[in-house]
């Protein structure tokens, strides 16, 4: 982590020896460590990366019988590449707070954006609740979050956009409070879809035994195509400003596989 502010001290400087292995650098990059190995990874979230390493479309190339074992969620397929071959490679996302996570013969289900990268040794499967996927097996994974990350135990109702994944317990079903649905805002909204609901208001209820995960704040990571180039001064390809010069072009990104438009985003999914 770098050492400004500290007086008479600089930058620390690192190099494949001094990186970390498998470890966070600092709160918002870790580094994997492959030795003739393979990960999965999201597209548009590795930094750098020293070494030899190849990537590899999912459903392309010769790493097929991997995908085969391990990735489940043709829904998600164009998003998600394979890291093989040997050095260190460095994830992170938009300064997001960055963390791994173990799973020991378990099952973890994890929003869509916030998953990074996992091992092959866990499977990827696609989950029924839409916007999320679910991990199951033993192995590492990373996963980003809009603040830290805290655990809980059910039975809990959760802010659905304060929502991380869950470990080891059922899938939430909906919970609305009694004057929501009975006010005549509520009803609005039910009929006209304006609005959203509020974390007072609706909330994922959980029960049975598992670990809830939470990022410390209502706000979801906004939404971004996986590996697109953003359109700003300098980036090759990315363009500059509008034509007449008014800010940004806009991407006309397809949106991704899986999402609900506005709906989705409502609901937190």
């Known amino acids: 982590m770098s050492t400004y502010g500290t007086p008479g001290a600089g930058p620390v400087v690192y190099d494949p020896v001094t990186l970390p292995a498998d470890d966070n650098v600092n709160g918002y990059t870790f580094c994997v460590e492959l030795r003739d190995g393979q990960w999965f990874l999201q597209k548009?979230?590795?930094?750098?990366?020293?070494?030899a390493i190849e990537f590899n479309g999912i459903g392309h190339g010769r790493l097929d019988r991997l995908v085969r074992?391990?990735?489940?969620?043709?829904?998600?397929a164009s998003d998600w590449v394979v890291a093989a071959g040997s050095?260190?490679?460095?994830?992170?996302?938009?300064?997001?707070?960055?963390?791994?996570?173990?799973?020991?013969?378990?099952n973890l289900t994890i929003r869509a954006g916030n998953l990074l990268a996992f091992q092959p040794s866990l499977a990827l499967k696609q989950s029924i609740v839409p916007g999320f996927l679910t991990l199951i097996g033993t192995g590492k994974f990373v996963a980003a979050s809009n603040g830290p990350v805290v655990f809980m135990e059910p039975p809990i109702?959760?802010?659905p956009q304060a929502l991380v994944g869950w470990a080891d317990c059922p899938?939430?079903?909906?919970?609305y409070d009694h004057g929501y649905m009975a006010g005549v805002l509520g009803g609005l909204r039910a009929m006209t879809g304006l609005g959203g609901a509020s974390g007072e208001e609706h909330q994922f209820e959980f029960v049975g035994a598992g670990t809830v995960l939470l990022q410390s704040t209502e706000t979801l990571m906004d939404e971004v195509a996986t590996g697109s180039v953003p359109p700003e001064p300098g980036v090759p390809g990315g363009g500059g400003t509008a034509p007449g010069g008014h800010g940004p072009q806009s991407s006309g990104a397809p949106r991704l596989p899986g999402q609900l438009g506005d709906l989705q985003r409502r609901f937190g999914l």
């Open 87 to 106: 050095g260190k490679m460095l994830l992170a996302d938009r300064a997001f707070d960055v963390n791994s996570y173990d799973l020991d013969d378990g």
């Open 44 to 51: 548009g979230k590795m930094i750098a990366y020293y070494g």
């Open 69 to 76: 074992t391990s990735f489940h969620s043709p829904l998600h």
């Open 171 to 175: 899938s939430p079903c909906h919970h």
């Open 157 to 159: 109702r959760v802010d």
